[in-house]
């Protein structure tokens, strides 16, 4: 019988991560009374951010022990705060911070873990939790048989809370004692994704390219993004091939996505792609195979080459919006 | 250096769109057993570490891989030994007898015994999706981790620098053995790994090695050992139970616009986004 949760914010520039929010929605559904723990350097101050939300009380552990997102240094400190409170069910975004930090919490007590769900149903006191596998192509209900239960939610699939007003009160923890494990483990630096335009997990509308954009990728959809305000994202195809940086994989694998608009240009479909953006809205693929997988989830295809149909969508919109 | 690889078999993930579910059971009937495609990187990572990338029949190390499964998921060990690895170890379990805890547990009993320097792993099997195996084994045995590594650059045998691939870029760690680390797409692209075996000019050819038919053959006469999963662990209690599968909701069929002034139209007005 699940009974308390504890949501774990994630930091992000002195602030709380949007994505925290889908964990508080997660809180919200499981209908339990819910405390919210920020962890990180500044964590004192970006704790204020998150009051508003109904929270019983955000607990606080700020050290600059924490200033990198490195697990071990995290895992011990979400441990203890979760033994201590009594939280039965520990909550996690399913970000790459998420991923990382969250089996190793469950590890710590003795807890079973459900990655990366999309639902979660409360069912007299029990949590059944629903889980994406095969890419997506099936959904697993699931229960956690161990008194204490780490999970991680799906940002795309639970909507960011908006606060409720009311102030929760802030109480300070300390850090735990350090983990041996993070002794040897040293953070080296962070090479940031240098981008003007929103985060994939918080973007209305998303721009995808694939392979067939070659050299032209950034030419050819900067202008569409820019225009409509849109986030960047890649095929795997185009990530492995160089014309995309890493970060911006849409898929099984890389992020997973749910805008009201995604425009997959020169995508062609496989299966691990559509893994991450059939969640969306509305789909617009433009492929010049007529044939491409990727028309079969497309609300709106457009047999076309791109090169010509891109421009011409920016000039099209201009006016459409002007 | 020695490393030890776990492998998974999948059900083939190119043909994920045709799994079925039946009275709440999911059916994977006709799909084709493949290796997990992470595993195969691992294992991939593992052999570009432990070789000189322009003579790679010496290997210079050890590569012990281990899958947990039936007597059939000893062809996905094969398929390692006859890429390279030395040799194989099968825990004799069927997957409803497991869930992650239990495998991350039971690896850790194995590490004990085998005693690796670098336990490398694929980031998530793509049949659960689940991505949580590698960092509940670190937790378990007290090492460090270091996960979804898109680059690993070994410096000596003391340790490794491995750059992450997270949500905003990239986190360059380096990370003191033993230690557990979990492979990204990237790890398998010509520069990804550096092994002070290797020469910095040397350029591999992108994603994994196959086997050629000569090492097939040999593979077979490599050694492979059989445990059970008590050998590992007295407690083979689940944490997660699975209760039922259904089908996700089908979106509903799209349509086919002529031109882009139609499209921005039916943007406009119909799907009103914009």
Known sequence: MASKILVVAEMHADAVRKSTHSAITFARQAGLPFAILVLGKGAKAAAAEVTGFGAQKVIVVDDAYLEHQVAERFAPSIAAVAKSGGFDVVVVTASSFGKDVGPRVAAKLEAGYAPDINGVKADGGKLVYRRPVFAGNAYASCELTSPVQVVSVRQSEFTA??????????????????????????????????????????????????????????????????????????????????????????????????????????????????????????????????????????????????????????TELKKATA | MKILVPLKRVADPDNANKVKVNAG??????????????????????????????????????????????????????????????????????????????????????????????????????????????????????????????????????????????????????????????????????????????????????GVRFAALMAIMAAKKKPLVEMKLADLTSDAALKIKYTGFELPPARKAGIKVKSVPELVEKLKSEAKVL
């Open chain 1, 161 to 314: 809370a908006e606060p409720s007003g009311g102030s929760s009160p802030v109480e300070d923890a300390a850090l735990a004692a350090k983990d041996p494990a993070a002794d040897r483990v040293e953070f080296v630096s962070l090479e940031a994704a240098k981008s003007e335009r929103p985060d994939l997990g918080e973007a209305r509308v998303i721009v995808s390219g694939g392979r067939a954009l070659k050299e032209k990728f950034a030419e050819v959809l900067d202008p569409l993004a820019g225009l409509l305000g849109a986030a960047v994202g890649a095929s795997r195809a185009a990530c492995d091939a160089g014309y995309a940086p890493a970060e911006l994989q849409v898929g099984q694998t890389g992020r997973v996505v749910a805008p009201q608009l995604y425009f997959a240009i020169g995508i062609s479909g496989a299966i691990q792609h559509l893994a991450g953006m059939k969640g969306s809205k509305t789909i617009v693929a433009i492929n010049k195979d007529p044939d491409a997988p990727i028309f079969q989830v497309a609300d709106y295809g457009l047999v076309a080459d791109l090169f010509n149909a891109v421009p011409e969508l920016v």
């Open chain 2, 25 to 206: 059971k999911l059916e994977t009937t006709g799909l084709e057993w493949k290796p997990n495609p992470f595993d195969e990187y691992a294992v991939e990572t593992a052999l570009r570490l432990t070789e000189n990338g322009t003579n790679p029949k010496a290997r210079q190390g050890e590569v012990v891989v281990v899958t947990f499964g039936p007597k059939e998921a000893e062809t996905t060990l094969r398929g390692a030994l006859a890429t390279g690895a030395d040799r194989a170890i099968r825990i004799d379990v069927t997957d409803d007898q497991l869930d992650g805890d239990l495998v991350a547990r039971a690896l850790s009993a194995l590490v004990e015994k085998e005693k690796p320097d670098l336990v490398l792993c694929g980031k998530q099997a793509v049949d659960g999706d689940s991505n949580q195996v590698g960092q509940l084994l670190a937790e378990y045995l007290g090492w460090p981790q270091a996960t979804f590594a898109g680059s690993i650059k070994s410096e000596d045998d003391k340790s490794l620098v491995v750059g992450r691939e997270v949500d905003g870029g990239t986190i360059n760690l380096r990370v003191t053995l033993p230690a557990v680390v979990s492979v990204d797409l990237r790890i398998v692209a010509p520069k990804s790994v550096k092994s002070k075996h290797t020469p910095d000019t040397h350029n591999y050819p992108d």
